[in-house]
């Protein structure tokens, strides 16, 4: 693939001229990362817009002051664009930007950014629409995952006999913020029969489910391009897993979005899981020692 055509995969130039799209090649630089490489660090002050020629960029957050331990806030791809607002601003990145494979990018400064935009503002003033739609649509979903984690944190608040009446909560909860037409099939990890069990069931449209089925050991992933595995666990042993299904094929952006989205619901619904457990065993052995007074 030549330069020309790697830049009109860039969402950022749709609306360029071959031309102008060469001209625009002399302000950036091109830079290479293999994956592992970090590629500016959380706190740190930069000025440089950069763009994803091809390869994956997990931008991160830390979790603990020493920086040993991350949280995957978004995970981009060729077309995408990261640090926009510290070009815009100037001001100190919010996380951390790691290539999660080899990377190449494009980088442009600043001062060379607002030069393109004052020589050629017609253009320039295309790329700046383009930067601030991709933001918004970017604070809508940031906006509906928090409102539907919101909502999942008072499942956590309320009185669940079993697991599996918590997941199917959840699950009733999750489906109302899902774009698109979903199938949902979760289950519930029974250790005694070491089987999965059915724990909650909700179909938008007609699918096979031997398309999919459950496998013993169940991994969190993308199965395809319309099925995402979620697998919950929790001190070293199983707990529950969630089959999502949509009728239409998730784009690559969609999928890297879910994903993230997918491993956050996992970790509350396992911790929440095995807290239930915890309460059940609390409750059944106070019960048992009322039984002996």
């Known amino acids: 693939m030549s330069e020309i055509e790697k830049l009109k995969a860039v969402a950022l130039f749709h609306n360029l001229s071959e031309p102008m799209l060469l ?29 994803i020629v091809d390869g994956e960029i997990t931008i991160e957050k830390a979790m603990d002051e020493e920086g040993r331990e991350f949280k995957a806030l978004a995970i981009l791809s060729g077309g995408d664009f ?45 790329i700046f629409s383009e930067i601030m739609r991709t933001l918004l649509k970017r604070l809508q979903h ?16 309320l009185p669940h006999k079993t697991p599996a009446d918590f997941l ?6 999750m489906r109302s913020y899902l774009e ?28 096979d489910a031997a398309a999919h089925p459950l496998p013993a050991r169940p991994e969190s992933g993308w199965l395809d391009d319309t099925t995402y595995m979620m697998a919950c666990s929790a001190e070293g042993r199983r707990l529950a897993a969630t089959l999502f299904s949509r009728a239409e094929a998730v784009t690559p952006l969609e999928k890297n ?31 048992l020692k009322q039984a002996k007074i």
């Open 23 to 51: 001209e625009f090649a002399g302000y950036f630089k091109q830079t290479a990362y293999a994956a592992g490489d970090v590629v500016f660090k959380e706190k740190t002050l930069g000025d440089t817009l950069f763009i």
């Open 82 to 126: 990261f640090g926009e607002m510290a070009m815009i601003e100037g001001k100190a990145r919010f996380a951390q930007a790691r290539a999660s494979k080899d990377s190449s990018l494009y980088e442009i400064e600043r001062e060379k950014f607002f030069s393109f935009i004052k020589e050629n503002p017609g253009t320039g003033i295309s």
């Open 142 to 157: 940031t906006s509906n995952e928090l409102t539907m984690l919101f909502d999942l944190s008072r499942q956590l608040m």
């Open 257 to 287: 979005n879910l994903a993230t989205i997918f491993n956050t619901i996992s970790s509350i619904i396992s911790s929440a899981m095995v807290n239930i457990e915890h309460q059940a065993e609390a409750a059944l052995i106070a019960k």
């Open 168 to 173: 199917a909560a959840v699950m009733e909860e």
């Open 180 to 207: 698109g037409s979903w199938n949902i099939r979760a289950y519930v990890y029974n250790m005694f029969n070491e089987e999965y069990e059915p724990a909650y069931l909700r179909e938008a449209f007609p699918q």
